[in-house]
């Protein structure tokens, strides 16, 4: 190291891999909600559909070669209750036992299992009652993480419940880009409230099954998708009211509930962070404070979202005051041509251990994503990936961004 670079040390233990969900990379996830969402023509970019994305339902020893390679030491994959329970009550036990050999596979290559229980998808059925508007899910949601976690529990110190609920709730709810594609007005506050409550009742079932397996620790969490809003004309009143209703109501609001219920039902906190958004109120089109809207100026990835580091620092620090670890779950660009993913982890890793320096505990720092993936609506067009996948021949290719992400992993530093 010459004179002039210096090294930032992450704390011992620290997690670093990359992580996952079902419906992104499995591929024939047919018993979905999204699968039949993306039947209609004009919902997924450039008239793609899911099909057999990465086939990792088949080749996830071969991926976890890779992320062994790539010196990962945890990964974050999602379980696709649609596969373990196919129809209400009815489990296949096939399904249980692929996990089984997933987990095992990753153990088996000393990686830290850390697994996600809701990422978007619901089984069919479980959408045709209404999913989260129902307040069966909570009772539904509960039977099936209770099995999972007879099944499966021993092997698993970290389980996510829920995945970027503000999210969800946005895309299918608001903006109508994601299943259910509906408008339900205030009825909104129904679905947060079912969402705390499938949360909590998840953590009590998989602490109470967890008792069984004493010589294990045992932490449940959710991922927390986190933006920075700021006022989109600086000077503006209106604008900054905009940015800090946003703020409360994307950032702050349900995970106040979760930290208001009764007991404990939360050991930690995954941040999924990307990037930073520009709010602004105009009185005549009040309707437009809930458009996504982005800089115009800025460094932006190959989907416009801008490249902003310091927002990672902001959000980190926000959470710090909930006073439990915090995992950084995801963060990463879709960038094809991999120009800019090096030095993004890298920007993002000195904000991240500047956090660590004022007081955040946090232990791990998980990519998005190990592969290329399905994006939602941007279908496979956006590359999000430290490994490239050909879709027609399932070929995979190692970027060279990951190979530098490997050096961190590996030496638990970064040099700047
Ligand atoms: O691909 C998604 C993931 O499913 C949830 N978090 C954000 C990622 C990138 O948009």
């Known amino acids: 190291m010459d004179k002039k670079t210096k090294a930032l040390i992450f704390p011992e233990g620290f997690f670093w891999g990359a992580a996952t969900s079902s419906y992104q990379v499995e591929g024939a996830n047919t018993n979905n909600d999204w699968w039949l969402w993306e039947q209609q023509d004009g919902r997924i970019a450039d008239g793609q559909r899911c099909a057999l994305a990465c086939n990792h339902y088949h080749l ?3 991926d976890f070669d890779i992320a062994k390679e790539l010196g990962h030491n945890m990964h974050r994959f999602s379980l696709e209750w649609s596969r373990i329970e196919p129809k209400r009550g009815e489990w296949n036990q096939e399904a249980v036992e692929h996990y089984r050999r997933v987990i095992l596979a990753l153990k088996e290559r000393g990686m ?8 978007f998808c619901l089984p069919i059925w479980v959408s045709e009652m209404g999913g989260f508007e129902n307040r069966e899910i909570v009772s539904l949601f509960q039977r099936y993480v209770t099995k999972v976690c007879r099944e499966l529990g021993e092997h698993i110190n970290y389980w996510f419940t829920i995945n970027e609920p503000m999210v969800f709730l946005y895309k299918g709810y ?7 594609g509906k408008n339900i007005g205030f009825q909104f506050f129904r679905i947060i409230r079912h969402m705390v409550q499938a949360h909590n009742q998840a953590y009590f079932a998989i602490h109470k099954i967890s008792e069984q397996f004493p010589d294990k620790n045992t932490y449940v969490g959710l991922t927390k998708n986190v933006r920075i809003f700021q006022p989109y004309r600086g000077g503006s009143i209106l604008d900054k009211l905009a940015a800090k209703f946003k703020d409360y109501f994307f950032n702050d609001y349900m995970m106040a509930k979760i930290f208001k219920s009764s007991a404990k039902t939360i050991d930690f906190i ?9 709010a602004s109120l105009d009185i005549l089109n009040p309707k437009e404070l809930f458009r996504e809207s982005r800089s115009k100026r800025a460094d932006v990835t190959d989907l416009g979202w801008e490249i902003y580091p310091f927002g990672i620092y902001q959000a980190l620090v926000k959470l710090k005051k909930y006073g439990i670890p915090i995992v950084v779950a995801e963060n990463g660009l879709a960038d094809k041509e991999d120009k800019k993913r090096a030095k993004f982890i890298l920007d993002h890793l000195v904000q991240i251990h500047q956090a660590i320096e ?5 232990i791990g720092y998980l990519h998005w994503s190990l592969l290329d993936n399905f994006e939602w609506a941007d279908g496979y067009r956006a590359r999000f990936g430290l490994v490239e996948v050909d879709y027609q021949s399932q070929q995979r290719t190692i970027r060279d961004s990951a190979r530098s992400y490997a050096e961190i992993c590996r030496t638990n530093q970064i040099i700047i």
């Open 60 to 62: 996830y020893n071969q």
């Open 174 to 180: 608001f903006d109508k880009t994601w299943p259910p």
């Open 358 to 362: 004022d007081g955040a505990d946090i």
């Open 112 to 119: 830290t299992p850390a697994v996600t229980l809701f990422h």
């Open 270 to 278: 995954g941040l999924n962070y990307y990037t930073r958004e520009f």
